[in-house]
């Protein structure tokens, strides 16, 4: 490959990462206020307005890009468990790109081709999903942890006579973080026509966690069953503590199996890349003969096997 045509691999790659993960221009932003402006004060019917409302604005390069990839739904629905103004199109050109930059990059270390061609799918494709995991994992945990205190000061408004709207909306002003985001999406959709019930269950399909579907259930049984909300709610939040703390001491006491469970699956990468550092001829053939890579690629394959299989045995559902 002549330098040239390098170079230009690495700034379309850089250039594709960079618009992946950039905001929207000043210029789009001010068509896009403009244009908000005049469907606001633009007279329009409430089915008209609320259908506007409910239903997410996808631009053709969304929409695009969801007719080339698998299941853009679930994909979208990630992304906004992430919390993230991330779109679909961004994510995807992040992906691309960090694959083409992959390939350029093992291309241009004499790599053959069909193992540059794996890993730069690998790294396209898995980076950036498990970037996504954990930033959804981090966004649920911090829901989880204030959640509590979100359903005490629903018992706290409801004893002073509030109705359980009126508490919803204040949850979601005087809570932090995506407690309070979540709550004040559940108000907004609630203004532009739908049922508490059917609110609360789109954000529960959106958060898929234990937590808020308690919530959710608890709810629906005291409005058939009728009783105090006050009581249940408050008997929920010491629920949720509890199983808190149950998995705070789950954690605490499989920590050394965990330990040791990710020192097993880090050692052989480590100790490959050590000799690989020392001695770079000895670890060549990985790379070159067939048959080790062969060879190599299925200890890949049952080491993975063993991982999983650990990973199965160290995890604890509460």
Do not use: C
């Not at 096997?305 to 199965?312: A, K, L, Q, T, Y």
Request: charged share 15%.
């Amino acid at each position: 490959m002549s330098p040239l045509v390098i170079f230009l691999l690495l700034a379309a790659t850089g250039g594709l990462i960079a618009y992946g993960f950039s905001g929207p221009t000043p210029a789009k932003a001010a068509q896009r206020r403009l244009k908000g402006v005049r469907t606001r004060y633009a007279p329009e019917t409430g089915e008209v307005q609320m259908r506007r409302i409910a239903t997410p604005q996808n631009s053709s390069l969304d929409s695009w890009f969801g007719r080339m990839i698998p299941r853009p739904a679930l994909l979208r629905q990630r992304l906004e468990m992430t919390g993230r103004s991330w779109t679909l199109a961004q994510y995807s050109i992040a992906s691309g790109g960090l694959t083409l930059f992959t390939w350029v990059s093992l291309g241009f270390q004499g790599f053959p081709l069909f193992l540059t061609f794996l890993l730069g799918l690998a790294v396209g494709v898995g980076l950036p999903h498990l970037v996504v995991s954990k930033l959804i994992a981090r966004r649920v945990a911090a829901f989880t942890a204030r959640f509590p205190d979100a359903i005490d000061l629903l018992v706290r408004g409801l004893r002073s006579g509030l109705p359980i709207g009126e508490t919803l909306g204040v949850v979601g002003h005087e809570v932090p973080g995506p407690v309070g985001v979540e709550f004040r999406g559940v108000t907004d959709r609630m203004r532009i026509g739908r049922t508490m019930d059917q609110a609360l269950q789109e954000t529960a399909d959106r958060l898929l966690t234990a937590e808020f579907q308690f919530f959710v259930i608890s709810l629906a049984i005291q409005r058939e069953t009728g009783g105090n909300l006050a009581e249940t709610l408050s008997n929920l939040a010491e629920v949720l503590r509890k199983r808190s703390q149950m998995k705070l001491k789950v954690k605490a006491m499989s920590s050394e199996s965990k330990a040791s469970a990710w020192i097993i699956g880090v050692l052989p990468f480590l100790v490959f890349g050590l000799i690989s550092f020392i001695n770079p001829g000895y670890m060549h053939g990985f790379f070159h003969d067939e048959r080790l890579m062969i060879v190599g690629l299925g200890g890949l394959g049952w080491m993975g096997v063993g991982v999983f299989i650990m990973s199965r045995m160290i995890n604890f559902e509460i």
